[in-house]
């Protein structure tokens, strides 16, 4: 029997499970939803080769790939390496120049190599990393939502944010961004659906928006 759903792959963003999609429903009758998950790295793993090994969790063809943060740079990367009928970058970057100058620092400095995150299993320096943000009273939210805390994982998943090489944006991604993004707040200049008073967390907390634009912005034409 043919399947006629389009099949929506979503990839979280660093230190974050899949459970951040949660309240992400689209029309049943259309759509498939399947959640990614984070794998630890290998030692000296390319951004490339975790792409492409990523790859291999996809199960269907002409695909829809949303990846939310560090998530997003993986997506796009996944993109060069396979075929997809429409790529979504949330909460993200288009290229190396939309990193902060702190990141930039960081990366050349080489200062990358001596964050603490053996540290990781303190939840409020975990938001830190992932959500750029401290916990505040929302330390339960973060508790259920960051479970990626390898340190490995963390080390390498830190470098491939900083060193990140692309150039140009992806022409056939579509940059959804929020005005209020205090992790990669230069995203919005051009060529971005600009979520107004979205967060750098806007996938949990802005989902409403999603849902009911999701489905119009994949069955569009490009």
Known sequence: MEDKKTHVY???G???NPSIFE????????????WLEWKIPNTNESLESYAKRMIEEIKHTNIVLLGVSFGGILVQEMSKYMSLRKLF??????SHHDLPKRM??????????????QLVSNIDMLAK??????????????KKYLSVNDKKYLDWAIEQVVCWDQEEPNDSAIYI????????????SEDCIVIKGGTHIMIINKYKWFN????KLILETP
């Open 89 to 94: 970058v949330v909460s993200s970057v288009k």
């Open 104 to 117: 930039k620092l960081l990366k050349f400095t080489k200062a990358y190599k001596l964050l603490p995150t």
């Open 177 to 188: 961004h929020g005005d209020k993004d205090l992790v990669f707040p230069h995203t919005c």
């Open 129 to 142: 990393y992932a959500f750029g943000e401290t916990i505040k009273k929302r330390v339960e939210l973060y």
């Open 14 to 16: 660093m230190a974050a």
């Open 23 to 34: 309240y992400i429903k689209l029309p049943e009758e259309q759509f498939e939803i399947h």
């Open 212 to 215: 009911e634009n999701l489905p």
């Open 10 to 12: 979503l990839m979280p």
